[in-house]
């Protein structure tokens, strides 16, 4: 007997508050672009070009929730679950590629430290803040939850920084006309974000690489697997994730001598996993010497379970 496998995302209900960010960063965008350019300010071009990554990264990270609701079919037998993941490379990949820009051009004013108008880079900057703190607070809920839009979250965390270093920046040029502080903040936002940049790349890089999900300890399973009285062998233990909250857990069981009935061993192990590993998609093979049964639970919504031999 089987059923059918659902692995939607949970994301899927952070849509609208990703949908609100969008509107208001990318509005914000194109007044922080033009301000940038007529004050003169690298502080406020940087903060800008973090905005504008902003909007590409609320950008991935809607389009990586549509596909997510996608359902499985016979070429993606997991549906679009690590869309999330992708996106989050998509994102910090930018991130990058910006702030390494931010520092090259940092370079050169060091050497030649431009003239900025301090007012009107006062004034965007304060404008940008406001605007920053309303797209964390819409998506400060699924940051916690989700890799994609936590890399999204990242984002607009980093340009509030951006935003709040550029206001000190113009306070310092407008009380003390010393110039250099604009580039010196620029680069201070990228040395802050690269290194949180690079955690989400490897968290990403991680799910796509099929490895073990963090706090997830597969010596510990095996063991607690083979405490079973009914256990005498486990082997071909797999355990990754497909997304943020997404484990699955495969392995071949092999029973002990005298085991009259390896579905009820399967399903207390399965039990076991459940509720001692928080692990919800389990596929244990089971073996013995006259036989094999092999069952698939997903608890706690569905279970499907196939008897061979």
Do not use: C
Request: glycine letters at 10%.
């Amino acid at each position: 007997m089987s059923t059918g496998h659902d692995h939607g995302t949970s994301e899927i209900r952070y849509e609208k508050p990703l949908w609100w960010a969008l509107g208001l960063t990318s509005t914000f965008l194109i007044a922080e672009i033009i301000g940038g350019l007529v004050t003169n300010s690298l502080a406020l071009l940087s903060d800008a070009a973090h905005m504008m990554t902003d909007v590409i990264a609320l950008t991935v990270s809607l389009i990586a929730v549509r596909m997510s609701r996608r359902p499985a079919d016979a070429r993606r037998t997991y549906g679009y679950a690590r869309m999330e993941a992708f996106g989050a490379i998509i994102n910090g990949g930018l991130l990058f590629v910006v702030a390494g820009y931010i520092l090259w051009e940092a370079v050169g004013r060091f050497r030649e430290p431009p003239e900025v108008a301090s007012t009107g880079m006062l004034v965007i900057a304060i404008l940008g803040l406001i605007v920053n703190l309303i797209s964390m607070r819409l998506l400060r809920a699924g940051s916690g939850t989700s890799l994609n839009v936590k890399g999204a979250y990242l984002e607009v965390w980093s340009d509030m920084l951006g935003s709040v270093g550029v206001i000190i920046g113009a306070i310092v040029i407008k009380v003390t006309g010393w110039t250099l502080v604009d580039p010196i903040i620029a680069v201070l936002i990228g040395l802050w974000v690269l290194p949180r940049t690079w955690t989400l790349l490897k968290r990403a890089g991680h799910i796509l690489m099929q490895g073990v999900p963090e706090g997830m300890d597969v010596a510990a399973i095996r063991k607690r697997l083979i405490e079973m009285p009914a256990v005498q062998e486990v082997h071909d233990l797999h355990v990754w994730s497909l997304g943020t909250g997404q484990v699955v857990l495969t392995a071949h069981i092999v029973l002990a001598a005298g085991v009259p009935d390896p579905q009820t061993i399967q399903v207390e192990l399965t039990r076991v996993i459940e509720q001692q590993f928080d692990i919800h998609d389990v596929t244990l093979q089971v073996e013995r010497t006259w036989g094999s049964a092999e069952i698939r639970v997903k608890m706690p919504h569905r279970t499907q379970i196939i008897l061979l031999g």
